[in-house]
């Protein structure tokens, strides 16, 4: 016999403060929620009563719709004859209406919005990038999830191949569609069958990784520019990166005084990426080239001075931008000290980690310690190094034909 309840999800509050109301169908051992669509907030609720209080300004009209969803449910139940069953029936009938109603491009926002919240900045400015691209191409119209195909995928492939997005980009953006839609099937919103990228593939060009030898890196070291000059701070900051473990930029454009053991020669951070606290014990090169800019023993602030002591504190977004414009900055840079250092592939600031991790393999660190000190979450993704300098013996090899 199914017993019928009205309780208030604690575990959803929503933006507004409110929480919302929720059929409770107990059958047995099995529970079903089903909800009212009636939202309200936590001291409107008289639990015992199962009823709006009368603070709320509509409660009379709240208290008789909620009396009319509990007999729309008695009414089914009395349909099956006492039969057990009614909360699958309702669970169906629930996800058949949300397939239809739910907009996927409203959910998209949602998430964007939370990830705003929390302040994730460059998920949220990657993310906002991709919706944008999304209503745009279909001309800011909502699209619901139940509207979701293989065909409109297949064809917004072939739109952003029109953009002359690569490959690449395009599977970050649908990868992104793709955790949205799983997001929604561990909900309860659509149905896992409704998924439409349990049968669409996303496609993947693996890039080859740019890095400089030992060598390389120190003819970039070796290479002359005016003292104090922004260009110094770059080469400074990158040949840091090549012997520092792979920090990266984001990161050292963060390392401050404070970050620094001058008594053990560690630098200790948050890393923005993973957020986690991390240390890196300085080899010589490196400890070298923090001392120069060491200039009193009261100093503080940012070590490699290149981002403005404004921002010390500030939100991500501030931080997120001004960040992008150094990274930007560097890159640039790093174009013209390599063709002065007379190394012809196109590198960027990334390559140092790359760097790094290729030398210290060569040197014969351990694997799982380049893995950890790079801090990559699997190994996997550290054995792509391993590959890497396989193939630059291999090339060596070659010399001998």
Request: with cysteine; glycine share 4%; aromatic share 10%.
């Amino acid at each position: 016999m199914a017993t019928i309840k009205v309780i208030l999800k604690k575990n959803k509050l929503k933006s507004n403060g409110k929480y919302p109301l929720y059929l409770r169908i107990i059958e047995g051992e099995k529970n079903t929620f089903k909800s009212t669509g009636i939202d309200v907030f936590l001291d409107e609720w008289d639990e015992n009563k199962q009823r709006v209080k009368s603070k709320h300004s509509n409660s009379g009209r709240i208290n008789l719709l909620l009396a009319k969803k509990i007999s729309e449910v008695e009414d089914l139940k009395f349909q099956l004859d006492g039969k057990k069953g009614i909360g699958d029936l309702l669970k169906k009938e629930n996800e058949l209406k949300i397939a239809k109603e739910i907009s996927f491009i409203k959910y998209f926002q949602n998430y964007i919005d939370e990830l705003k919240a929390s302040e994730i900045a460059g998920t949220y400015k990657r993310a906002k990038s991709i919706l944008e691209k999304f209503k745009n191409h279909h001309n800011q119209k909502d699209v619901l999830f139940n509207e979701f195909t293989i065909d409109l995928l297949k064809d917004y492939e072939i739109h952003l191949r029109s953009l002359k997005n690569s490959t690449n980009t395009i599977h970050a953006n649908l990868k992104m569609f793709r955790m949205l839609f799983n997001k929604a099937v561990i909900e309860d919103l659509i149905d896992a069958n409704d998924n439409p990228f349990i049968k669409f593939r996303l496609k993947k060009v693996k890039v080859e990784q740019t890095f400089l030898t030992e060598d390389e890196v120190k003819a970039i070291d070796n290479v002359n520019v005016t003292p104090g000059t922004v260009i110094e701070k770059h080469k400074d900051l990158f040949v840091f990166a090549c012997y520092a473990g792979g920090i990266r930029i984001s990161d050292l454009l963060q390392l401050r005084w404070e970050n620094y053991d001058f008594k053990n020669n560690k630098v200790s951070f948050f890393i923005q990426k993973t957020k986690e606290n991390h240390t890196v014990k300085l080899p010589n090169r490196a400890q070298e080239i923090i001392n120069k800019y060491y200039v009193n023993p009261k100093i503080k602030g940012y070590i490699f001075g290149l981002l403005p002591e404004s921002v010390y504190g500030s939100t991500s977004f501030d931080l997120l931008n001004k960040i992008s414009s150094s990274n930007a900055y560097a890159n640039k840079n790093l174009k013209i000290l390599a063709k002065k250092a007379n190394i012809e592939r196109n590198i960027s600031f990334h390559s140092s980690r790359h760097s790094w991790a290729t030398i210290a393999l060569k040197k014969g660190v351990p694997i799982t310690h380049i893995s950890e000190i790079l801090r990559h979450a699997d190994i996997g993704t550290t054995m792509g190094y391993a590959k890497l300098v396989n193939k630059d013996l291999d090339d060596a090899m070659s010399l001998f034909n």
